[in-house]
């Protein structure tokens, strides 16, 4: 119930997103095409980063996140980096809108509601988990990454079955710039209008 409701806000906030995107443009495009094509790139890599941290992510825990506590690869450097490279990727997303203020939105946003579902889930581990999720929690960052605590094993078993559902997920970042793409050639085809510009 509780995953369901935080997909749902998600899913809200994502579509007032779109619905955003589809009746603005960005001001960088006329005013300063350097400018837009750095926010553009710099969308890209992002989304690329959030994109395989999420499929690191996805292989370490797919099958295992209701069986034991996976405090190995990605789960070694911070508690919580599957929310982690989707911050990264929402920014890249924002950005690949060529503007500054979605970004921002959507930092804003993240930052609002995130911390809530952190500390809930947290809750749940330690109910769980008891001692030893303590013990990562003293050790191991709440979100930030931690790189010299990294440690990986010589061998895991990953669930194919699991792990291809997935993948799906961690390819929504670079479909969604697609889909920006999509709404930007509509809009040189004079199929949607522009009723503002962000810069």
């Known amino acids: 119930m509780y995953r369901r409701t935080r997909l749902n806000i998600t899913r809200i906030f994502v579509g007032l997103l779109v619905m955003l995107m589809l009746v603005s443009s960005s001001r960088w495009e006329a005013k300063s095409p350097m400018i837009s094509a750095i926010l553009f790139l710099a969308g890209c890599f992002l989304a690329g980063i959030a994109s395989l941290g999420r499929l690191w992510c996805a292989l370490y825990i797919a099958g ?5 506590l996976v405090v190995n690869g990605p789960y070694s450097i911070c508690r919580n980096p599957l929310y982690f490279f989707s911050l990264i990727g929402g920014i890249g997303v924002g950005l690949a809108t060529e503007t500054f203020t979605i970004p921002i939105l959507i930092l804003a946003a993240f930052a609002w509601y995130y911390p809530y579902v952190i500390r809930h889930e947290e809750e749940k581990l330690r109910m769980h988990y008891d001692e030893e999720f303590e013990t990562y929690f003293r050790t191991v960052p709440r979100f930030w990454p931690k790189w010299s605590l990294l440690t990986e094993p010589e061998e895991y078993t990953v669930i194919p079955k699991t792990f291809r559902k997935h993948i799906f997920s961690a390819l929504w ?10 709404i930007e050639q ?6 949607l209008s522009t009723s503002f510009s962000l810069y």
Do not use: H, S
Request: glycine share 4%; no cysteine.
């Open 173 to 182: 970042f670079i479909w969604l710039i697609g889909i920006l793409e999509l």
């Open 186 to 191: 509509f809009r040189e085809m004079n199929i």
């Open 64 to 68: 295992y996140k209701t069986k034991r």
